[in-house]
Nanobody
Framework: QVSLVESGGGLVHSGGSLRLSCVVS????????ITWFRQAAGKEREGILC????????VYADSVRGRFTASEDKGVSTAYLQMSDLESADTGVYYC???????????????????WGQGTQVTVPP
Protein backbone atom coordinates (compact mmCIF):
# COMPACT_ATOMS: atom_id res chain seq x y z
CA GLN A 1 0.00 0.00 0.00
CA VAL A 2 1.33 3.40 -1.00
CA SER A 3 1.70 6.02 1.69
CA LEU A 4 3.52 9.27 2.39
CA VAL A 5 3.75 10.48 5.97
CA GLU A 6 5.00 13.94 6.85
CA SER A 7 6.40 14.95 10.21
CA GLY A 8 8.51 17.66 11.78
CA GLY A 9 6.10 20.54 11.73
CA GLY A 10 5.64 22.87 14.67
CA LEU A 11 5.93 26.41 15.90
CA VAL A 12 9.11 28.31 15.08
CA HIS A 13 9.92 31.98 15.46
CA SER A 14 10.78 34.27 12.59
CA GLY A 15 14.27 33.69 11.32
CA GLY A 16 14.33 30.14 12.62
CA SER A 17 14.78 26.85 10.81
CA LEU A 18 12.83 23.62 10.55
CA ARG A 19 13.25 20.33 8.74
CA LEU A 20 10.24 18.36 7.59
CA SER A 21 10.40 14.66 6.79
CA CYS A 22 8.32 12.60 4.39
CA VAL A 23 8.56 8.85 4.88
CA VAL A 24 7.29 6.90 1.90
CA SER A 25 6.23 3.29 1.64
CA UNK A 26 4.84 1.11 -1.10
CA UNK A 27 7.14 2.66 -3.70
CA UNK A 28 10.77 3.61 -4.11
CA UNK A 29 12.36 7.02 -4.36
CA UNK A 30 14.69 5.56 -6.99
CA UNK A 31 12.02 6.18 -9.60
CA UNK A 32 9.71 8.85 -8.17
CA UNK A 33 10.21 12.50 -7.42
CA ILE A 34 8.79 14.21 -4.34
CA THR A 35 7.10 17.58 -4.59
CA TRP A 36 6.49 19.74 -1.54
CA PHE A 37 3.36 21.86 -1.34
CA ARG A 38 1.94 24.16 1.28
CA GLN A 39 -1.45 25.63 1.96
CA ALA A 40 -2.09 28.68 4.08
CA ALA A 41 -5.50 29.18 5.64
CA GLY A 42 -7.95 30.44 3.05
CA LYS A 43 -5.50 30.11 0.16
CA GLU A 44 -4.85 27.71 -2.67
CA ARG A 45 -2.38 24.89 -2.25
CA GLU A 46 0.97 26.03 -3.63
CA GLY A 47 3.73 23.87 -5.07
CA ILE A 48 7.03 25.09 -3.67
CA LEU A 49 9.71 22.72 -4.89
CA CYS A 50 10.49 19.28 -6.25
CA UNK A 51 13.41 16.93 -5.62
CA UNK A 52 14.41 14.04 -7.82
CA UNK A 53 16.37 10.83 -7.30
CA UNK A 54 19.75 12.51 -7.70
CA UNK A 55 18.75 15.29 -5.29
CA UNK A 56 18.38 17.85 -8.03
CA UNK A 57 15.90 20.48 -6.82
CA UNK A 58 13.44 22.44 -8.95
CA VAL A 59 12.08 25.52 -7.19
CA TYR A 60 8.51 26.43 -8.04
CA ALA A 61 7.85 29.28 -5.60
CA ASP A 62 10.10 32.32 -5.80
CA SER A 63 9.22 33.17 -2.20
CA VAL A 64 11.27 30.22 -0.91
CA ARG A 65 14.22 30.48 -3.26
CA GLY A 66 17.47 30.66 -1.32
CA ARG A 67 15.72 29.73 1.96
CA PHE A 68 14.26 26.25 1.36
CA THR A 69 15.82 23.18 -0.14
CA ALA A 70 14.94 19.52 -0.42
CA SER A 71 16.72 16.21 -0.47
CA GLU A 72 16.08 12.49 -0.43
CA ASP A 73 17.68 9.65 1.47
CA LYS A 74 16.68 6.58 -0.49
CA GLY A 75 18.24 4.29 2.07
CA VAL A 76 15.56 5.23 4.58
CA SER A 77 12.83 6.03 2.03
CA THR A 78 12.59 9.59 3.29
CA ALA A 79 12.45 12.98 1.63
CA TYR A 80 13.28 16.14 3.51
CA LEU A 81 12.32 19.80 3.26
CA GLN A 82 14.89 22.02 4.94
CA MET A 83 13.51 25.47 5.70
CA SER A 84 15.54 28.38 6.99
CA ASP A 85 15.03 32.07 7.65
CA LEU A 86 11.35 31.37 8.22
CA GLU A 87 8.82 34.17 8.19
CA SER A 88 5.13 34.47 9.05
CA ALA A 89 4.16 34.10 5.39
CA ASP A 90 5.51 30.54 5.53
CA THR A 91 2.77 29.49 7.95
CA GLY A 92 0.59 26.72 6.61
CA VAL A 93 0.09 23.01 6.21
CA TYR A 94 2.95 21.38 4.33
CA TYR A 95 2.42 18.34 2.17
CA CYS A 96 4.69 15.97 0.32
CA UNK A 97 3.38 14.29 -2.80
CA UNK A 98 4.46 12.23 -5.76
CA UNK A 99 3.18 12.35 -9.34
CA UNK A 100 5.02 9.15 -10.22
CA UNK A 101 7.46 10.88 -12.58
CA UNK A 102 11.18 10.22 -12.35
CA UNK A 103 11.95 13.82 -13.25
CA UNK A 104 10.63 17.05 -11.81
CA UNK A 105 8.26 18.90 -14.09
CA UNK A 106 8.90 22.53 -14.97
CA UNK A 107 5.86 23.58 -12.94
CA UNK A 108 3.56 21.87 -10.43
CA UNK A 109 0.81 19.82 -11.99
CA UNK A 110 -2.86 19.71 -11.13
CA UNK A 111 -3.64 18.16 -7.74
CA UNK A 112 -5.22 15.07 -9.25
CA UNK A 113 -1.90 13.95 -10.69
CA UNK A 114 -0.43 13.49 -7.21
CA UNK A 115 -0.63 11.01 -4.38
CA TRP A 116 -0.54 12.95 -1.12
CA GLY A 117 0.57 12.74 2.45
CA GLN A 118 -1.68 13.99 5.25
CA GLY A 119 0.24 17.20 5.88
CA THR A 120 2.04 18.76 8.81
CA GLN A 121 1.41 22.21 10.27
CA VAL A 122 4.12 24.85 10.34
CA THR A 123 3.41 28.02 12.30
CA VAL A 124 5.61 31.09 12.28
CA PRO A 125 4.05 33.79 14.48
CA PRO A 126 4.20 37.38 13.23
Amino acid sequence: QVSLVESGGGLVHSGGSLRLSCVVSGFTLDYSTITWFRQAAGKEREGILCVDRINSVTVYADSVRGRFTASEDKGVSTAYLQMSDLESADTGVYYCATNWNNRCTDAPQERGFYTWGQGTQVTVPP
